[in-house]
């Protein structure tokens, strides 16, 4: 990714972190959150990371169901917002993740590698993989199911984001070169509705 591309990223959520922060997360999150906690506990996984955390919503939510956690972000006000919150959180690149081999037993990523080009998404993958103990367990849930790349026009954040939405065989066969299916479900939310990519994958052993 281009440093014009990442700094715009950072302006945009740097500037809607407090809007995003008292937004109410949808019923559907909450469940689809609260599935991957039961699966971490079933197997008894006690540390996350939250790539891409936000202002720590979701963070707070494990970190309260007894995981240890660390949030990660780009946005520098995001990580304030997190840490306002007691997360532990460190400003940080996906692309670079500063963290020893085998680190965390579980990592969320929500609505966060959509914004990874494809090119480079192979890498992101490797870092993430590099950080988690063999066996651990990858939610990867985002907007999909077509494929785009580029600005997005109708984004109304400012500066106007980059994404990149994907279909279920391409985002499938990405990362299935580096995890190990556990399952895919690709659904819409609501009536009229984009469609979102909820999936559950395994570091290799």
Not at 28 to 52: H, Y
Not at 95 to 116: I, T, Y
Not at 154 to 178: L, M, N
Request: hydrophobic share 40%; charged share 25%; net charge neutral.
């Amino acid at each position: 990714m281009d440093a014009d591309t990442k700094r715009a990223l950072v302006q945009a959520y740097d500037s809607h972190a407090q809007e995003r922060d008292q937004s109410t997360l949808p019923e559907w999150k909450r469940a689809v959150r609260a599935a991957f906690l039961e699966l971490v506990r079933a197997e008894g996984r006690t540390t996350l990371l939250e790539i891409g955390a936000g202002t720590g919503i979701s963070s707070r939510f494990y970190q309260e169901n007894g995981l240890r956690v660390v949030a990660i972000d780009l946005s520098p006000v995001m990580v304030r917002f997190c840490r306002d919150k007691s997360v532990p959180a460190l400003r940080m690149d996906t692309f670079r993740l500063g963290f020893r081999p085998g680190s965390f037993e579980a990592v969320w990523a929500l609505n966060c590698l959509l914004h990874v080009p494809k090119r480079d998404l192979p890498g992101v993958l490797s870092e993430i993989r590099a950080v988690m103990k063999p066996g651990g367990l990858f939610y990867l849930g985002q907007w999909g199911g077509s494929a785009f790349e580029g600005v997005w026009e109708d984004d109304h954040y400012d500066p106007k984001r980059f994404f990149s939405f994907q279909t279920d065989e391409e985002i499938a066969g990405t990362v299935g070169r580096w995890f190990e299916s556990v399952s895919f479900k690709g659904f819409r939310p609501g009536d009229g509705e984009a469609y979102f990519q909820s999936m559950v994958w395994r570091c290799p052993r």
